[in-house]
């Protein structure tokens, strides 16, 4: 096709590439209540989307008055036991959730034109390759660089991280032109724009069109259900070095 697709995809998962239904939410709360007695509540929507799960269990228990010292104490017991609730939630992800429309044709669409997939995600490692084993998306995800939301709270600095890891393994040089970061909240695109990559928003998540649109993303699709719209919103030019 006409101009150059990306070298490296950085995707985002929630709500970009799957949709792990009320799972992630209820581990959440049920990790917060055991590790820390403090109660998420239910009306967290966008709160938990965008994020990172270091940001949420640091702003709950700063909610619920801790102090930084003691936040810094607990917060590795809090993260496990999120591994351990969500880990029990296994069945619930599969029922309820979900891969998201056209998410596996555009990843082998990409993938046959030699796109690297790697990934950006708020979430913990550990939480992060279950939803995608469950979803058969793992394959996908082998080779390439990836941030976790163990790796950082700053969603910024989980950019950067990925950056870096491409940087150290990936075969060839990288233009961060050819670059590109997928995700679904006006965050996604705050954090690519902040690493000078290019960025594609998606309306499958809690932010209607308007407010992705008004994130300044360089292109917007309502889903990943059109391939071709795909390949051609990630099509650039004019390589930029890293």
Request: glycine fraction near 12%; aromatic fraction near 4%.
């Amino acid at each position: 096709m006409p101009g150059r697709l990306p070298d490296l995809v950085l995707w985002d998962v929630d709500r970009t590439l799957l949709d792990a239904g009320p799972a992630t939410h209820t581990a959440m709360t049920a990790a917060l209540r055991i590790a820390a007695g403090v109660e998420l509540g239910d009306d967290t929507g966008k709160q938990l989307t965008g994020t990172t799960d270091r940001a949420v269990i640091r702003g709950a228990l700063r909610g619920a008055g801790w102090s930084e010292p003691m936040i810094d104490k607990r917060l590795p017991a809090v993260l496990a036991e999120l591994v351990e609730q969500f880990g029990r939630l296994r069945h619930r992800v599969h029922a309820e959730g979900g891969v998201l429309p056209g998410v596996a044709a555009a990843l082998a669409a990409l993938g046959r034109y030699g796109t690297v997939h790697g990934l950006v995600t708020g979430a913990v490692a550990a939480n992060t390759a279950l939803k995608l084993r469950v979803f058969d998306l793992d394959g996908w995800f082998g080779g390439g660089p990836a941030a976790y939301g163990d790796d950082h709270e700053d969603r910024r600095a989980l950019v950067s991280t990925a950056l870096r890891r491409a940087a150290a393994d990936f075969p060839k040089a990288l233009c961060r032109q050819h670059v590109w970061l997928v995700g679904d909240t006006p965050n996604d695109a705050d954090a690519g724009r902040a690493a000078g990559l290019r960025t594609l928003l998606v309306g499958t998540g809690l932010y209607s069109p308007a407010e992705l649109r008004r994130a300044s993303a360089d292109r917007f699709l309502p889903d990943l259900s059109d391939c071709q719209a795909v390949l051609r919103a990630l099509t650039t030019e004019e390589p930029r070095r890293l």
